[in-house]
């Protein structure tokens, strides 16, 4: 059996964690420079807060009914979700473990619950609820997607279901189909929903099993869509820990805390985005040969606060490939001065590393000498002793010092568990 182990509303718990008066009362959180609502509590759901809107056209009901706003503490919430998975990997053991997102996990159950699988569930929501505090979700069922469908309706009633859902008999199977439209499926999105509802009178889950997988092939998207039929149906396709995790490209991209016209604060973020992206690369060990940078200017209008430009971006190919921060500034600000138009205002910028091969398989040029080790060795240096300190303490001049074009954070609570001068202090 899999379950899948999902954080309730994870961002307003992690704040909700430090500040236990919020508990029961409208969270949200909102996303990079404060701009849109990524995360709301039940209580905020009940009001009528809506997910992914403007911050700006929410505050008016966000105000009326005191609703505690946070801006993004990723710190954080990094922190928590780590130690979360931490638990869920001593519960049932690493290799049954496998990390779908910063507050979702699949676990592989056939060694943990030889017995009442509920009474697992149970057991594992209250585990990671007294070692962490973060309330979670847990649904069971023999397949990942399924476990997905059970989790949906655990998290649809909470209190009937105290979080846990176990799907383990085909009448429990057919009837939570059943009661699931099939915009809920876990991988059939927004696009194949309407075509499964216009095109094929399909509007629940159940309606999807009772397709064939030549049918899933040519309406489902091929081989992904078999492959999803089946796991609906039962038949476990998708392993625990089989998944391909590499990315096949990293992206670092942040909304500006206000537009910028300077082109020395645009290279600044640049080079600031392209190490972010370099440390997701060696945490991979890949290297990349391909890098890209795009900006996006404001539009010019009296009302800019949502509105842009078209993103303006060019790319280069490196003589080799390449994981070291150093290797990976120097071209992405230079393809900056390609795309910087003097007079404009741009309200974003990003990276993204491509062409990504494993870092031991670089083929080096012949025409330089190359010191790879020398190079990652100072790389995994700088690396450790950023993720020990936190906030950059080692960082590329390149990537400067003030900072001004930084994301707007006016709100976001202390770093409680990452910052020896904003650990939570107990009177």
Known sequence: MKAIVDCNSFYCSCERLFQPQLDDKPVVVLSNNDGCIISRSDEAKAFGVAMAGPYFLAKPLIEKHNVATFSSNYNLYG?????????????????????????????????????????????????????????VSVGIAP?????????????KNKIATQCVVVLDTKEKIDKALQDTPVGEVWGVGRQYEQKLLDMHAIFTAYDLTKKTAEWAHKNL????????????????VNEIGLQLTEKKMIATTRMFGSPVKDIADIKEAVAT?????????????????????????????????????????TYVTLPVATSSTHELIKPAVKLVDKLYENGRLYKKAGVMLSGLVPDDTIQANLFVAEKHNGKRMLMDMIDNINFSQRDDVLKFAASGTKRDWKMRMELRSPRYTTRWEELYQVK
Not at 93 to 120: H, I, M, R, W
Not at 229 to 235: H, M, P, T, W
């Open 221 to 236: 998207g091929g081989v992904v869509g078999i492959r999803l039929l089946k796991e609906l149906q039962g038949e476990p």
């Open 79 to 135: 922190d928590l979700s780590w130690r979360v998975m931490e638990t869920l990997r001593i519960l049932v053991g690493a290799e049954n473990v496998e990390v779908y997102s910063v507050d979702e996990a699949f676990l592989d159950l056939d060694e943990f619950a030889q017995g009442n699988l509920e009474e697992a569930g149970i057991r594992i929501r209250e585990t990671v609820e007294q070692w962490t505090g973060i309330k």
């Open 273 to 313: 985005y392209t190490s972010k992206a370099a440390e997701k690369l060696r945490r991979q060990q890949s290297a990349a040969n391909i890098i890209s940078v795009f900006v996006v200017p404001r539009e010019q209008s009296h009302n800019t606060r949502f509105r842009h430009g078209p993103t303006l971006s």
């Open 143 to 155: 397949t990942k997607v399924l476990s997905k469908v059970a989790n949906h309706l655990a998290k």
